[in-house]
């Protein structure tokens, strides 16, 4: 899974951004066992860029983050993301309707698992690391932090396109 800037809205990093901000349960499925690999954006930019630019025509790669967590583990992430950066910059505790202390585990609601639902999308990466040296440089911690604060400095732009009210592209 990719996460970063402009990633639609209605995605479990940047949804549940919105939900703390403005004061709704974050919905897990289950009990957030289901396994995902995260990727930060702008490495799997410069990872497609490696390819075009290094890999043999017609070679197949699979990008990943090397970096499989179980979604509420990324839930708990982003959690404690949002409360410390409300906590320490006024600007994004005026985004928030929850003070800092509000912005704890007790936001998570479990809910009924999607019938079908994948408990791990997974892929191997190696080829890529071994045969373009490539690997994702941005740690998943820091990922988060400035995926937390591109969609809390983004407000207008998350509001229009889940209303559905401009142009956002």
């Known amino acids: 899974n990719n996460y970063g800037p402009y990633q639609f809205p209605e995605?479990?990093?940047?949804?549940?951004?919105?939900?703390?901000?403005?004061?709704?349960?974050?919905?897990?499925?289950?009990?957030?066992?289901?396994v995902r690999d995260w990727l930060y954006v702008e490495d799997h930019c410069r990872a497609i860029d490696d390819v075009l630019n290094y890999g043999k025509a017609g070679e197949v790669f699979n990008i990943g983050g090397f970096n499989e967590q179980q979604n509420i583990d990324v839930v708990h992430c982003i959690i404690d993301t949002v409360r410390r950066l409300v906590e320490s910059?006024?600007?994004?505790?005026?985004?928030?309707?929850?003070?800092?202390?509000?912005?704890?585990?007790?936001?998570?609601?479990?809910?009924?698992?999607?019938?079908g639902h994948d408990m791990r999308y997974a892929i191997d990466p190696s080829k890529i690391a071994a045969t373009l040296h490539w690997t994702p440089f941005t740690p998943f911690d820091e990922g988060i932090r400035k995926t937390v604060k591109w969609c809390m400095d983004n407000t207008e732009w998350t509001k229009a396109v889940t209303e559905g009210t401009e142009d956002f592209l």
């Open 11 to 34: 995605k479990l990093i940047p949804l549940f951004i919105n939900n703390i901000r403005h004061e709704k349960p974050l919905p897990v499925y289950g009990r957030g066992e289901n």
């Open 89 to 115: 910059e006024p600007r994004y505790r005026a985004l928030s309707a929850l003070p800092p202390e509000k912005i704890d585990r007790s936001l998570v609601e479990f809910v009924k698992d999607r019938p």
